[in-house]
């Protein structure tokens, strides 16, 4: 019988994580281990107002970067002092999950995050209080998979992290066992 591929990452949380936030946690069943549910990407893009090309090559390269077709997210009213009409095109977003979501978290922490210039970790401070986290990125080049030659305009994007963990510290402890590299706290 032929094997089927698993990513690294959901290979290490089934076969390390989960024992290891089992026992720090004092969890009495395997089921009540945080697990990382869907990684939402979202690109907000006000200048699409006035020109429609911005929002093709945000698809584009959204899709290059999470390897699963983007969509365009529309405005639900009109703003006048924004130029905004009702139903135009204003931004991208992707939801990943399954071997898509692992895949692109470890090209994530392997790859993108390190060519961050002046890179020193990732701020903890992006927790909501219910174990889910976001990171906003300020450079969509920072991803090996875009060309920066047919880059037209940087963009930046947050990045959710929707977990099942019922606490942040839970949620810290899930991401930091992944491998995010948070800041440490000099106190």
Known sequence: MATTYQPRLKTKFSKEIKNSLKEKFKYSSVMQVPELKKICLNQGL??????KKIIENAIKEMTTISGQKAVA????????????????????????RGNHMY??????????????RD??????????GHGNYTLGITEQIIFPEIDIDKISKINGMDITFVT????DNEAHTLLTEFGFPFKKNAK
């Open 46 to 51: 006000g200048d699409a107002v006035a020109d």
């Open 73 to 96: 997210t529309y405005s639900t009213k009109d703003i006048s002092n924004f130029k905004l009409r009702k139903g135009v095109a204003i931004g991208v977003r992707v939801t990943l």
């Open 103 to 116: 895949e692109f978290l470890d090209r994530l922490i392997s790859s993108a995050l390190p060519r961050i």
């Open 119 to 128: 890179f020193k970790g990732i701020n903890d401070k992006g927790f909501d």
């Open 164 to 167: 099942t963990a019922k606490t």
